[in-house]
């Protein structure tokens, strides 16, 4: 009987190291694993859009690369420096801020934390240790222009930003050329929200411009947009989508989307980082050309071969800087 407690004790002894040695080797993996912080951009989760796109290219990097993730919302951190200053202090290896409304406190952080590096999205720093990344969306608008422009029977087209600022410009002009480039006596019909989270606005402003006859609707403008979308199914006309596929929110309306692939971005940036321990530095531009920017399969209405031919075209002239 005393040799079955010895020998229950001792195999009890050994679970406990057992399980201390496993833990311990967890933890030492874990330190070694690369570690990435995102500050996400205003609306944060669940935008169907640009702050979701970034989440999918992390939990891809996650599960491919074995990359361990954390992020911030302005609504958790009140101020974006707040969020990034946290993702600093846990030891992350990269800290990203997505969006141009964070460059300001990532430039701050930065100054800071002169030996972490970080990644601005959407924007252009000059400081040497941020790499900058942005994307084509003007090549990327051109295309849905086009498709616009193709589909509207009223010759009259909206498009709805979610802010009047340079980089929501370059999708409203690049729609605007893409679809005068079809119909040069297109009418354009443009508003600004200045509100990239507001659903019902977005309704509002697309229930107004479908009462000025346009009947395809391109929204820039994050959630914002999403209620353009919505709107423009409730009324029977059509709507482009953006950033990521957004068919399955208006299925009957949305033709297509115009890709902003900051998911693609993110991740071969930090598949490169896995491979070289470092990331470029400077200004990296994304386009057709790269998969940075793309449009989505064209849905809901079905396009002539001479129609797909003066697509394929276009894709062609952009993605060769034409």
């Excluded at 969020?83 to 202090?89: F, P, W």
């Excluded at 399969?297 to 075209?313: A, F, G, M, N, W």
Aim: charged letters at 25%; glycine letters at 10%; hydrophobic letters at 40%.
């Amino acid at each position: 009987m005393k040799r079955k407690h010895i020998a229950v004790l001792l195999s009890f002894c050994i679970t406990i190291l057992l399980a201390g040695c496993g833990q311990a080797a967890m933890e030492s993996n874990a330190d070694e694993k690369i570690k990435v912080g995102i500050m996400l951009s205003d609306v944060g989760l669940g935008d169907q859009s640009f702050s979701d796109s970034a989440f999918g290219g992390l939990i891809k990097s996650r599960d491919e690369l074995g990359i361990l993730f954390d992020y911030r919302e302005i609504k958790d951190t009140g101020t974006y420096e707040k969020g990034l200053t946290e993702l600093v202090e846990e030891g992350n290896d990269l800290v990203i801020g997505l969006g141009f409304m964070v460059q300001e406190d990532l430039e701050k952080t930065a100054k800071k934390y002169p030996k972490q590096k970080f990644i601005l999205i959407d924007a252009i720093s000059e400081l040497d240790n941020i790499t900058s990344i942005t994307f084509k969306e003007d090549e990327g608008s051109f295309l849905a222009g086009v498709v616009a422009a193709m589909t509207s029977k009223s010759n009259t087209v909206g498009f709805i930003g979610g802010a009047d600022v340079p980089l929501i410009n370059k999708f409203a002009d690049g729609f605007s050329e893409g679809a005068k480039a079809v119909k040069p006596d297109i009418a354009i019909i443009t508003e600004y929200a200045n509100d990239f989270g507001n659903d019902k606005l977005g309704s509002e402003i697309a229930k107004k411009m479908i009462g000025n006859k346009a009947d395809v609707l391109y929204a820039a403008a994050g959630f914002t947009g999403v209620g353009a979308l919505k709107a423009a199914q409730e009324n029977r006309i059509y709507a482009i989508g953006v950033d990521s596929d957004q068919y399955f929110y208006a299925e009957k309306s949305v033709i297509t989307s115009m890709l902003k692939n900051v998911d693609v971005g993110i991740y071969q940036l930090l598949k490169e980082y896995a491979r070289e321990n470092k990331v470029p530095e400077g200004h990296i531009e994304l386009g057709l050309k790269d998969n940075g920017v793309q449009l989505a399969p064209i849905r809901v209405i079905s396009l002539t071969d001479e129609q797909r031919k003066t697509l394929d075209e276009w894709q062609k002239k952009l993605a060769e800087g034409n």
